[in-house]
């Protein structure tokens, strides 16, 4: 499979710890994106990367959010101190550097904070 | 917010065309219109996109108007699989904006 691929596909965590997801895009591809989802909502854009370079982050990404691409290949989100208002789908995408390219989403990570 | 007004849910007879609709009635002249389509827990699946051309490819038809204010998605022959919700996104081209800007989408039911 050359998709977009995120793991794990759910995560069931305490409130207060902190989880990592991990997302490996299709390989020909240097911008990949990070996305929210709440029940009934469309994805919410949180930040994305070009090659390594974070290049635009939304207000959504409090700072107890950090995501990193450092090789330019696979990357990672990881929340700290998770709170319950966190519990949502969690998706990748990722796209080529031209801006009209369309981008190709995971089939995120859901989070659920207990 | 998301640009684009689209009707919260649809039916569609199987087989039949589904005709879904989109208003964007203040896109500028550097956006282009794509639609996405999401099956119930998998991530969104791209379907088409275009700037003022009509489009076509093996999933569907785009239709966008003359003033370009408003695209209709067209799946020519709706089947159960094609249940979903359908993101209509007007996408800024060029420049260092690159992310898509989702709304709620319109929940297409295709009923036997």
């Known amino acids: 499979d050359t998709g977009v691929s995120q793991n794990p596909r759910h995560k069931i965590t305490k409130r207060g710890q902190n989880v990592t997801f991990r997302c490996d895009p299709i390989?020909?591809?240097?911008?990949l994106y990070w996305y929210r989802q709440t029940l009934g909502q469309g994805p919410e854009f949180l930040t994305y990367?070009?090659?390594?370079?974070?290049?635009?982050k939304s207000r959504l990404l409090s700072d107890r959010f950090s995501a990193e691409r450092p090789k330019g290949s696979f990357s990672t989100l990881e929340i700290q101190r998770t709170e319950q208002g966190d519990s949502a789908m969690y998706l990748c995408a990722s796209s080529f550097q031209d801006s009209n390219s369309p981008l190709h989403f995971g089939n995120g990570t859901r989070l659920t904070v207990t | 917010d998301a640009k684009t007004t689209q009707p919260t849910s649809m039916d569609c007879a199987e087989g039949r065309a589904a005709n879904l609709p989109c208003n964007h009635s203040?896109?500028?002249?550097?956006?282009?219109v794509y639609w996405y389509r999401q099956i119930h827990s998998q991530g969104p699946q791209y379907i088409i996109h275009?700037?003022?051309n009509n489009e076509t490819n093996e999933m569907a038809s785009l239709i966008i108007t003359e003033d370009r204010k408003s695209s209709t998605l067209i799946l020519p022959h709706a089947t159960l699989r094609d249940t979903a919700v359908y993101y209509c996104?007007?996408?800024?081209?060029?420049?260092?904006?690159?992310?898509?800007?989702f709304g709620k989408g319109t929940k297409l039911s295709v009923k036997p």
């Open positions: 203040t896109i500028s002249g550097n956006e282009y």
């Open positions: 275009g700037l003022k």
């Open positions: 390989s020909e591809h240097n911008r």
């Open positions: 990367f070009q090659n390594e370079a974070q290049l635009e």
């Open positions: 996104i007007v996408r800024v081209y060029g420049g260092s904006q690159g992310n898509l800007i």
